[in-house]
């Protein structure tokens, strides 16, 4: 039994760890093009301002407010790719559910560590993966949007 628990457990490890390493690699793989900025203006997402702010090291209120706006932008995105039939292709299904896992599991890891004295450096560390995930569902959205071929003019 005490093997059992063992292997188990030596297990659970690693598939966190493969979890966490693809998740991160997701996110670092770069298109030709950037979306971010242009998604985020067309949708009213405060990404883009999030991401500002970040590169000031904010304080634990101010993160608390950016950690509001990311859940906000994230279940704005999260909506529209659920229901665009644009955005429904399958070699994105696993990606997406995986980036959205990860993107509840930081924020769960973000509202436990705001709690503790002195670890507002893992704070901003979820947030700044949080903000990486919402742009990475951003960009995508704008990539498929650019994919989409125009509408073809009736011949004459």
Known sequence: MPVSVIIAGFSLLLFLYWFRYTCLLI??????????ARVSQTNGLELMRVR?????????EELAALHAALERDYGVLTGILRHASSFQVRSYRLEQWMLMADFRVLS???RLVRRLPGA???AQE???EMTDIVAHFANAMGERSAMRPARMLPSI
Not at 52 to 60: E, H, I, R, S, V
């Open 120 to 122: 507002i450096g893992q």
């Open 126 to 128: 979820a947030i700044e």
């Open 27 to 36: 996110l670092r793989a770069k298109g030709t093009r950037d979306f971010t």
């Open 52 to 60: 500002a702010a970040l590169k000031l090291t904010p304080p634990m």
């Open 108 to 110: 769960a890891w973000f």
